[in-house]
């Protein structure tokens, strides 16, 4: 030991790199954590993923502001790694460094007509909406049929988004760019598809009723979609979720009965895959195959295909990392690769010293915000295994953020701090108190550095 505290990096101010970090700082090492973020905000996609009118779930900001705010990690802001400093650099500096990168684009569609241009990946309208500052400030809402291809709770947000008012919407942070732009969309139907059944659908239930209680949006299915094979029947049996899941869908069938008023609707289509995206340089309707379970949960194409008029396509099959330059990635399962958390230098390859992953740069794009909590606790554990047998400070002159705050100088970085990110919030506060909201995002990069950093800026918010 060579005392001084422990060097640790974490890349990604999202829920997985701050749950590290708090778990980090309350461990008996003496440690010294630098929290990297290349957005000028904290938070990744529980700002900029989670859907504006989930605002209980944006509650989940509360518990993550009072580990930040604590003062004892700090926050690096608007430094993406592998850009403004490389992976090299920060593994030069810190004794170790735990990589939270999460998830950031979409798993592709491979099918015919899927380059058309009205074929959008499912995070890119949700950054949109989100106002994320590095993607489109405008939104192409031109459609009054849309495909949504996909089954799970990225695909409920989506057709939601779609379809609410912007008067349902108005008590949340959305973007002001983000309201006009829904108020001119002319969407009449969002149609839902997934390959498998009622029993394989990757919707948690409470998002899933949630979608019948929109105003003025009816929620249609078919009853020629509920089928079920020996896994499913099993499937049901054997988790309680899958069971409410299924019990909200029948209660959807049932509901059937009764009259269908709204002037918008979400159809939930089960056991069809898609074949092509019908038109030449436009999206003129989707061709669905119909498809039939196996009895182990798969399914196969029956040959049976159905067409539906649709002016643009949405693919909600999956997110998926990116690699930053210079750390180790599997392409294949857009992870880093890691034993426990400890990252290997492939898949099932040998163990890095000094190099962790947490959250769904770990394990994939899959989980709710808490289990990035749990996945956190064994990704320190680890490390902090590692210390104690001797493993880490390999090295005696890494020097921290001693040494990066010098060298972000000397590039001109302008990072931010959470002191700026506190001005920022206000800023931002202040903005919805004027309009009787809680909060109105600034979603162009400048601004929101510019604010952060106390600098002069022409208050421009999109
Ligand atoms: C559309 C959508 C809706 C969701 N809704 C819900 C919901 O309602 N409830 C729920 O519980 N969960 C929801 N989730 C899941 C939840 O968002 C994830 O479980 C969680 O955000 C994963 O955390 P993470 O920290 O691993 O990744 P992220 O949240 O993606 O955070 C990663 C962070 O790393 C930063 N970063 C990336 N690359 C670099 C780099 N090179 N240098 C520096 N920083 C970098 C990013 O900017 C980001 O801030 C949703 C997910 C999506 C996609």
Redesign the pocket.
Known sequence: MSGRPLQVAV???????IYASDILSKSDLDVSIDL????PA?????R????PD?PR?KQ?IKALYNILKRGDIRLVGN?????DVSFAELHEHYDAIII?????RDRPLNIPGAQLPEVYG??QF?YWYDGHPDHKRTWPLNAKEVAVIGVG??AL?ISRMLTKHPDDLMVTEIPENVEQGLRRSPITDVHVFGRRGPAQVKFTPM?LRELGEVPDVDIIVYEEDYQYDEASEEAVNSSKMKRQVVNILTDYLLDQAEEKTASRRIHLHMLQQPAKILGEKHVEGIRMERTALQGDGSVKGTGEFIDYPVQAVYRAVG?FS?P?PGAPFDEKRGIVPNSGGRVTDGPDGEVLTGMYA????KRG?V??????KSDAQETVNNLVADFNAGLLHATTNQLGWHAMENLLNGRGVRFTTWKGWELLEAYEKELGAKAGRERIKVVERETMTAISRGEKHDGKLY
Do not use: F
């Not at 939270?100 to 950031?104: E, V």
């Open positions: 890349i990604g101010a999202g829920p997985a790199g990297y973020e290349k957005l904290p938070y990744g996609l529980v900029y993923g989670v859907a989930h779930i989940i430094v993406e790694v592998g850009k939270a990168t999460g998830a950031d499912a995070s949700v709770n990225v947000d998002e997110y990116s930053i947490t959250g769904w740069i794009p989980g709710l915000i808490g289990s990035t």
